[in-house]
């Protein structure tokens, strides 16, 4: 059964950084363009960025600048760092594979606040 493990977020201030890595199975992972999504309250799922199996990267308007994909493919593993965050970061973070969409994990929580 396919499992998307995201890890890595919390509280943190306006202005703050956090690093959230998604882990996946093999078999899911490998060979596969990776995503990072958020839903906030209320909102719908969105993509904020993506990257390839060779590291070419995509980002919305809103993250770009801020935000950085990266990948291990040793690890299976998709990271998202995020710098600057701002109150409306604050979202559900989860990981996927935007062209072949498998079952999603249980997202990680990102509050921005003071």
């Known amino acids: 059964q396919v499992q998307l493990v995201e890890s890595g977020g919390g509280l943190v201030q306006p202005g703050g950084s956090l690093r959230l890595s998604c882990a996946a199975p093999r078999s899911t992972f490998s060979g596969y363009i990776m995503g990072w999504y958020r839903q906030a309250p209320g909102n719908q799922r969105e993509l904020v960025a993506r990257i390839t199996t060779a590291g070419n990267t995509y980002y919305t308007d809103p993250v770009k600048g801020r935000f950085t994909i990266s990948r291990d493919n040793t690890k299976n593993t998709v990271y998202l760092q995020m710098n600057s965050l701002k109150p409306e970061d604050t979202a559900v973070y989860y990981c996927?594979?935007?062209?072949?969409?498998?079952?999603w994990g249980q997202g990680t929580q990102v509050t921005v606040s003071s």
């Open positions: 996927n594979r935007p062209y072949s969409v498998v079952p």
